[in-house]
């Protein structure tokens, strides 16, 4: 008696484990988990849309976070390196923001824990938004009475309201609404056989077998789910290739080197989500790469040492567009205005 019960217990657990051990893979959750102390309100959401939106949070008035992550296409620019204000260039292309609320470090070297810290970033990067500091950001949000009371209605509890980590809330919070859903390959995982062509589900075997997954697991294809602030980073290239460098010079930049300075960190990537990669060309951190099957080939090439055959290419690149979801239908916010006055000055 004893035994056939031991027997059901261990069945159950080996169940268990089996579930989710399938679950896991490239299983796309709708609702990204918000930390304790921000929780998602729907009038937290409409702020954060709101600066998300507004160019008034740049120096010159002229770049909003859309403008480098453009929500009503793939949350990114298209451009190999992202153009700030004065028309500046900066080293790395802008990834997506859709779905970066699932990841467990943001930026292309994961320096940044979690959306809120990194919203901080780009209002005082000087080849971004290039603001002097937080204190001024504050001051001209201020300045806006429609942005006073609408930090006041969503953080009822704060004394002093209009403030930089009440402004990285916001923008987190609009940011975890960004999520896309449905893929033709989330539909074939949840049971359609028919949401992928013949060519896709020969690529998502090829995936496998050729080891892409071993890098790109997990549910968004940027390997396992890891606690917050906590990156999966891999050596970016694995199998260095001198004509590869020469045209597309990809180990200029040090990656996680150029944040903590150790040698062993050199071209050490976060290993990036693939989801809706084919919306989100040109490729890799320096854009450098301007089509995905080009991309394909070079991470075969460079990650496993692999020269893939035209076919497998092919039913790669296939595969990876049956991972772009719906983007969420957007609406145009309406910015509070400043009456008779520009906040934004000029000379
Ligand atoms: C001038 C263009 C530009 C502007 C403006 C800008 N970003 Fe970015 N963003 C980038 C670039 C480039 C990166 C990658 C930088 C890196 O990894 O070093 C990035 C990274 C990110 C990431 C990390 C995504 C990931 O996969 O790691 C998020 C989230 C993000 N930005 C949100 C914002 C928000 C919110 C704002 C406004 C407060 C903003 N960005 C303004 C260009 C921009
Ligand atoms: C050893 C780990 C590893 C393996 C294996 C690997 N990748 Fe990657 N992949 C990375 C890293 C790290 C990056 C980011 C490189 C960079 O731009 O700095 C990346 C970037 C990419 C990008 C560009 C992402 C973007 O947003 O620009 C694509 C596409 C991609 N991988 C597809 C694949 C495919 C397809 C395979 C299999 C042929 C594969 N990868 C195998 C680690 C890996």
């Not at 500091?133 to 949000?141: E, Q, Y």
Request: contains cysteine; aromatic residues 8%; hydrophobic residues 35%.
């Amino acid at each position: 008696m004893k035994f056939i019960f031991l027997i059901i217990i261990s069945l159950t657990f080996i169940g268990c484990l089996n579930k989710n051990n399938s679950a896991s893979v490239g299983k796309m959750h709708h609702k990204p988990k918000a930390p304790e102390n921000n929780k998602i309100t729907t009038e937290k959401i409409e702020l954060g849309k709101m600066l998300f939106f507004d160019p008034r949070l740049s120096i010159d008035g002229t770049i909003s976070c859309n403008s480098c992550h453009n929500v009503m296409n793939g949350g990114s620019d298209n451009r190999a390196v992202s153009v700030g204000v004065l028309g500046q260039k900066g080293g790395r292309g802008a990834p997506t923001v859709f779905n970066a609320a699932f990841l467990s470090t943001q930026f292309w070297d994961g320096r940044a824990k979690d959306l809120e810290e990194q919203a901080k970033g780009p209002l005082t990067n000087p080849i971004e938004m290039g603001m002097p500091d937080h204190n001024t950001v504050m001051a001209r949000v201020s300045s806006v009475p429609g942005y006073i009371s609408a930090f006041k209605k969503v953080f009822p509890n704060d004394p002093n309201p209009v403030n930089i980590d009440n402004l990285a809330k916001a923008i987190a919070t609009y940011e975890r609404t960004l999520i896309t859903t449905n893929s033709p390959f989330d539909q074939f995982m949840a049971g359609n056989k028919s949401a992928l062509t013949e060519l896709q589900k020969k690529g998502w075997d090829n995936f496998k077998t050729v080891g892409c997954n071993s890098c790109h697991g997990g549910n968004h294809f940027a390997g396992p789910d890891l606690p917050l602030g906590q990156g999966f980073f891999q050596k970016f290239p694995a199998f260095p290739n001198d004509a590869i460098e020469t045209k597309y010079n990809f180990q200029s930049d040090t990656g996680l080197m150029s944040q903590t300075k150790n040698e062993t960190d050199k071209n050490m990537w976060r290993v990036p989500t693939l989801r809706n990669i084919a919306d989100t060309a040109p490729y890799f951190h320096n854009g450098k790469v301007n089509n995905l099957s080009e991309a394909v080939k070079i991470m075969a090439k460079l990650q496993l040492n692999v020269d893939l055959t035209s076919e497998q290419q092919e039913s790669l690149v296939a595969f990876l567009q049956s991972l772009s979801g719906s983007i969420p239908q957007q609406t145009m916010p309406t910015l509070p205005p400043t009456k008779n006055t520009s906040i934004v000055k000029v000379n």
